[in-house]
């Protein structure tokens, strides 16, 4: 995409300082455009459909144990979100989070906070959360988006 002929990248990442001691630490929360990763690696969670009477099926989005999968799925997917925007951090590495396993990924929670304590570990959260453009009113409506889409399913 270009506007007046100029093209654009990716947005700048969203620099965070955090003081340790007698250092600043600078993290970098890049902005993360590409999902396509984590879909394959972490399927969204399906409905369960149910018979109604007269013989129609249709999904349940209603149903407890896909409520607390969708939750699970959500989690995974924050937890993704900020393991991928804090990869704009140069010489940042893990300890006990591996890319390759989706289960792994909350130990970054306990990593930062051991490494900056809530508060510090809270800015890093904010700053991936500006990088991303993330706030209460557009995670409503991916939530919404995603329930619709589940109504979709039901009728295809």
């Given at each position: 995409m270009k506007i007046?002929?100029?093209?654009?990248?990716?947005?700048?990442?969203?620099?965070?300082?955090?003081?340790?001691?007698?250092?600043?630490?600078?993290?970098?929360?890049?902005?993360?455009?590409?999902?396509?990763?984590?879909?394959?690696?972490?399927?969204?969670?399906?409905?369960?459909?149910?018979?109604?009477?007269?013989?129609?099926?249709?999904?349940?989005?209603?149903?407890?144990?896909?409520?607390?999968?969708?939750?699970?799925?959500?989690?995974?997917?924050?937890?993704?979100l900020v393991k991928e925007s804090l990869k704009s951090t140069p010489d940042l590495e893990w300890e006990t989070v591996d890319d390759e396993k989706p289960d792994s990924w909350g130990n970054l929670?306990?990593?930062?906070?051991?490494a900056f304590g809530e508060v510090g570990m809270a800015k890093v959260i904010q700053g991936v959360l500006r990088a991303n453009g993330l706030n209460d009113g557009l995670m409503g409506e991916a939530r919404d988006s995603f329930l619709a889409s589940q109504l979709l399913l039901q009728k295809g």
């Open positions: 007046r002929g100029q093209s654009f990248d990716k947005p700048k990442p969203v620099s965070v300082i955090l003081s340790h001691g007698d250092d600043n630490i600078l993290i970098l929360c890049g902005s993360v455009v590409d999902y396509d990763l984590f879909h394959d690696m972490v399927p969204a969670p399906i409905a369960p459909k149910v018979l109604k009477p007269g013989g129609k099926s249709e999904i349940n989005i209603k149903d407890e144990k896909f409520l607390e999968k969708v939750h699970e799925h959500s989690k995974i997917r924050t937890y993704w929670e306990t990593e930062m906070c051991a």
